[in-house]
């Protein structure tokens, strides 16, 4: 249950925290995919991007929640990729993965990015701004529903690509 008094710390992973990462993707889905993919993505120079590979902590420093940010491209300009998005069971509907996600959208936008592209439940994205990447002439380079497939401009009086999306290889599309 979310308590709406919490105020969940984040920051950017290190090198300690690859083990930690791993557990809360495997423990928050079915298979162990995400977890292995964000394994994938650390070890692609090309999708990597330093600091934003976000964590949720609690208090007492334990790690529960992450949220990854990577490169990925719309016609040949930059984009960012989020996802896998995940926290462990216990702590989900807490506000720790909305935690890590806000944290993330603020850094890219310092780091000056601007199109944030997300596949994902339709029901949960909106609350950051996303909207249907269709409305940015954005498409994903397989069928999907419009409403799952979103996008968010961080700077909304910049412009943005259209066209369709190119993931890192390690998302295998």
Known sequence: MSDPTRIWSTRPETGADIGAIHTINAA??????????VHALRADAQAWIEGLSILTQTDHGRVV???LFTRC???????LAL??????????????????????????RHMG?????????A??????GFTPASGFGVRAPFEVPDEAMMALA?????????????YP?????
């Open 28 to 37: 928050a889905f079915d298979t162990e995919a995400e977890a292995d993919l």
């Open 65 to 67: 929640g992450h949220a």
């Open 73 to 79: 491209h719309v016609d040949g300009a930059p984009a």
């Open 83 to 108: 996802g896998p998005c995940a926290v462990l069971p216990a702590f989900q509907r807490t506000g720790a993965g909305a935690a890590a996600i806000h944290t993330g959208l603020e850094k890219a």
């Open 113 to 121: 990015e601007n199109l944030v592209l997300v596949l994902g439940h």
């Open 123 to 128: 029901d949960y994205y909106p609350r950051f």
């Open 154 to 166: 961080l700077d909304p009086s910049r412009p943005t690509p259209r066209g369709t999306i190119r």
């Open 169 to 173: 290889d390690a998302f295998g599309v």
